[in-house]
């Protein structure tokens, strides 16, 4: 008898825990409407206490997240709830306002890598949007989920079509991460690097090309001419470069020493070159006076730590 009444009690108890759920995220939407800011912190602090539990909740604290007196709780709320915002953010991208769709992009930001993936569609239906605003926001999602060869063609199209910089530097970057399929896609790449204006887009077309490391008489010309624009572009032309190392037996180590011997010390420049030129190992060890008098001008510096360990792998 005793083992029966304590089953019916364990069955009672995980049928009464959802119901018992609702009910307290029932009581704290209601607190949120008070007009006093300390309760609606508690209200918010109690819901993000319930994790997943307060996965009805999240399209109310979707909308608040455009108030500025009480963002900081809803943005620590609707990390305690994580994935359970998942349903309410799709419903928001599948036709909810700007203002709607910028707040659950932000979401899907907070929420860990890996908890998004049946938003993709979702997020790559954001190219189609006619708001830039939208485009953009969901453009910058990109790097945190998997976007999938199905939608190569559609990421190509904003490369070639979209009117923002942003939308189409992310696209790049999404794109020429399908492997094999981005090959399509190389001369295009090319074009944004080489032709492009907008230093965002050429950083990121840049990065394609040295990840790919397609046609390095192609893209190796077009990365050196890069060494000559402003240091952040001379940065991102190095980088890739230095993704290149192993296709180009060192033929470029000169040109990145002639720019390490100009740039800033403890510089984001200097950093860029003198990484790029450790890829290439014992064959950049003519890089490593150069480096060591980086050093001597600040030998105790953060950063000269970090030079002296990348000066070890071309030795």
């Not at 950049?284 to 030079?307: N, R």
Request: proline letters at 4%; a neutral charge.
């Amino acid at each position: 008898m005793i083992r029966i009444t304590s089953l019916f009690l364990c069955l009672f108890l995980i049928a009464a825990a959802p119901a018992s759920a609702n009910a307290l995220v029932e009581e704290y939407l209601e607190q949120l409407e008070s007009l006093d800011l300390k309760e609606q912190k508690k209200a918010l602090e109690r819901l993000g206490g319930l994790r997943s539990g307060a996965r009805s909740a999240s399209p109310k604290l979707i909308s608040m997240l455009s108030s500025s007196q009480l963002k900081p709780e809803v943005t620590a709320a609707l990390k305690m709830i994580g994935k359970g915002s998942v349903p309410a953010i799709q419903d928001i991208l599948d036709g909810g306002s700007q203002r709607l769709k910028l707040n659950a992009l932000e979401t899907m930001m907070m929420i860990p890598r890996g908890d998004t993936e049946s938003l993709v569609p979702n997020l790559v239906a954001q190219l189609d949007d006619e708001r830039v605003a939208v485009r953009e926001a969901a453009a910058g999602v990109f790097p945190r989920v998997t976007i999938k060869k199905d939608y190569f063609d559609r990421l190509i199209k904003a490369i070639r079509e979209d009117e923002s910089d942003v939308v189409q530097g992310h696209c790049i970057i999404a794109s020429a991460k399908l492997g094999d399929t981005a090959t399509a896609a190389f001369d295009l790449y090319c074009e944004k690097a080489e032709k492009t204006e907008s230093e965002f887009v050429k950083s990121k077309a840049f990065w394609a090309l040295g990840h790919l490391k397609l046609q390095p008489e192609q893209s190796i010309p077009i990365l050196l001419a890069g060494l000559k624009g402003n240091e952040e572009i001379k940065a991102d032309a190095a980088s890739a470069l230095g993704l290149l190392a192993n296709d180009l037996n060192g033929a470029v180590v000169p040109a990145l020493i002639d720019q390490l011997k100009e740039a800033e010390p403890f510089s984001d420049l200097s950093f860029s070159l003198a990484r790029s030129l450790s890829r290439f190992g014992k064959q950049a060890t003519s890089a490593v006076p150069v480096i060591q008098d980086l050093i001597a001008k600040d030998p105790d510096a953060f950063g000269a730590e970090m030079y002296r360990l990348l000066i070890k792998k071309m030795k």
